[in-house]
């Protein structure tokens, strides 16, 4: 047997399990699947199964390790299996099958934990952390593992950056209590295009200072890690991003997010029933082969809006510019980089997954579940398919 392929006797075994006994025995089917799953992975990772001889074989299997995992079907018994004399001591074997999630998870518990011992849970989050968390919490418990996990988070948010060619940047608002108050904290987001094409998320950072300044100080601990590189900015016009990008990145060229402009175009349309007549034009320009020709689209569509609607034709002229600058990349890279629609769909899946806490009891616990999120989206960017072909650059 090759050590790419499983064990038919062990898939045959989780197989007549839940042919046996169906959802009863869900868990126990589980629970073989990825011990199976894990020792294929040692074998990948070794370059050898077992007593295989090879010369590209880059350790030896050291036996297992006993672990019990909470699942959402139960506690489930694990054998984690270990490595001894590969050549990279320092970045040990362990299952991706175990650490897909699990960041994520453990700080979705710890946010519902620390509101628990806070006491500022409802019936609601106290029924859903004792499901989660057991039914015994101290916050002795809970400072452990958090000074746990914050550090392999914060080894991922200060990771050492290199040359990204295309930079998005977004901004969304999570529910924080602070001060005795509950206010909206800002969750700044970065991420990239490598130059071998592949999406990444940079960095992420939560705090309550003016806009400006949080901005300011973000883009420059992303410069502090080794960004450099980056030839466009691709954004919506959040308050004070231009002029953190103007300080810290000057000359880098800067797209507007064309999403956002048609959306802002709504709030200077006169009459609902123009609405549809003005998102119609404006995607006409954005579409437009070329920049000449839709700097030319431009100028004739506030023209014609110049008698009936000043306000909005006035609008066009001072802001539809900014969602140009597109036209100065590679005709293969605008489509996907005229929007910041890559973080709002990252966004969206911030928002389902902080949904359950709800509110959280601080900046620090909002970071914490924030920057699990986006490890293991970019993760998962990172070991995924090419994004943009960089051959036409």
Not at 264 to 282: G, L, Q, S
Not at 316 to 335: C, D, K, W, Y
């Amino acid at each position: 047997m090759s050590h790419h392929e499983p064990d038919a006797t062990t898939i045959s075994a989780a197989l007549e399990l839940l042919t046996k006994h169906g959802f009863d025995d869900l868990s126990q089917a589980l629970q073989i699947l990825l011990n199976e799953a894990m020792r294929l992975e040692r074998s990948e990772y070794l370059g050898a199964g077992p007593w295989e001889r090879t010369e590209a074989r880059r350790g030896y299997a050291n036996g297992f390790k006993p672990k019990r995992v909470r699942t959402r079907l139960g506690e489930i018994d694990l054998e984690i299996p270990k490595t001894r004399g590969h050549d990279d001591e320092s970045e040990p074997f362990y299952p991706q099958a175990l650490e897909r999630g699990v960041r994520s998870e453990q700080a979705l518990r710890l946010a519902l934990a620390e509101m628990y011992v806070q006491g500022v849970s409802t019936r609601k989050v106290r029924a859903i952390t004792e499901r989660l968390c057991g039914t015994q919490i101290s916050s002795s418990q809970v400072s452990r593992v958090t000074a746990q996990l914050d550090e392999k988070l914060e080894q991922w948010r200060t990771r050492k950056l290199g040359s990204i060619a295309y930079l998005i940047l977004d901004a969304t608002y999570i529910k924080v209590r602070h001060g005795g108050s509950v206010i909206d904290c800002a969750v700044l987001i970065a991420s990239g295009i490598d130059e071998e094409g592949k999406r990444c998320v940079l960095g992420c950072s939560v705090s309550l200072s003016e806009a400006e300044v949080h901005w300011r100080t973000f883009l420059q601990s992303l410069v502090e890690r080794g960004l450099h590189g980056v030839q466009c900015i691709t954004s919506d016009d959040h308050a004070g991003l231009r002029a953190a990008v103007r300080a810290v990145l000057p000359g880098t060229l800067w797209q507007r997010c064309q999403v956002h402009l048609q959306r802002n175009a709504v709030a200077h349309v006169p009459k609902v029933e123009m609405r549809a007549e003005v998102a119609r034009d404006i995607r006409a320009i954005f579409n437009a082969p070329d920049r000449p020709e839709g700097e030319r689209l431009l100028r004739l569509t506030a023209e014609r809006y110049a008698q009936r609607a000043p306000g909005l034709a006035a609008w066009m002229e001072a802001n539809i510019q900014e969602g140009l600058t597109v036209f100065s990349l590679p005709e293969a890279h605008r489509r996907r980089l005229r929007t910041s629609n890559m973080l709002e769909r990252l966004n969206r899946e911030i928002k389902r997954r902080t949904r359950v806490a709800s509110l959280f009891p601080n900046e620090a616990s909002a970071l914490r579940l924030v920057t699990a999120i986006l490890a293991e989206t970019s993760d998962e960017w990172e070991s995924g398919r090419i994004y943009l072909s960089m051959e036409a650059c």
